[in-house]
């Protein structure tokens, strides 16, 4: 009967982990995802100054959230994600032209990694 018990209690502690561990892979990827499309809109409005606050503060919070998805992510999908963060600030005050390319990349790499960690039936199979 003991085995039951921990067992049954090893199960829910799996399944809290999992949900828990999904749900926040999600609300850091649509937080990272809102800043960089606000960042996008600001740079081209033309407000530079604005969008250089916003991303040093982009790459604060990214330190932030890169040891919480660095317990639920690979390491490789993060180190790129990492790299592409890194380039925001020095691109937005240059005012050079890759900007709005690296922006959609990272906006595509959050995507991947929301996609790729969370439930679905294409992912477990």
């Known amino acids: 009967m003991k085995r039951v018990i921990i067992s049954a209690a090893l199960l829910i502690v799996i399944l809290i982990w999992s949900a828990a561990g999904s749900f926040t892979v999600n609300r850091v990827t649509q937080s990272l995802r809102d800043d960089i499309r606000y960042i996008q809109n600001i740079y081209e409005s033309g407000n530079t100054e604005?969008?250089?606050?916003?991303s040093n503060d982009l790459n604060k919070k990214w330190k932030g959230y890169e040891l919480i998805l660095s317990l639920m992510v690979h390491d490789d999908k993060?180190?790129?994600?990492?790299?592409?963060m890194a380039r925001i600030t020095p691109l937005i005050s240059n005012?050079?032209?890759?900007l709005i390319a690296?922006?959609?990349?990272?906006?595509?790499?959050?995507?991947?990694?929301?996609?790729?960690?969370?439930?679905?039936?294409?992912?477990?199979?």
């Open 50 to 54: 604005r969008a250089l606050i916003l």
């Open 78 to 84: 993060i180190s790129s994600l990492n790299f592409s």
């Open 102 to 125: 690296e922006i959609q990349s990272i906006y595509h790499q959050l995507e991947r990694i929301r996609q790729s960690e969370l439930p679905y039936w294409y992912n477990i199979f």
């Open 95 to 98: 005012e050079n032209d890759e």
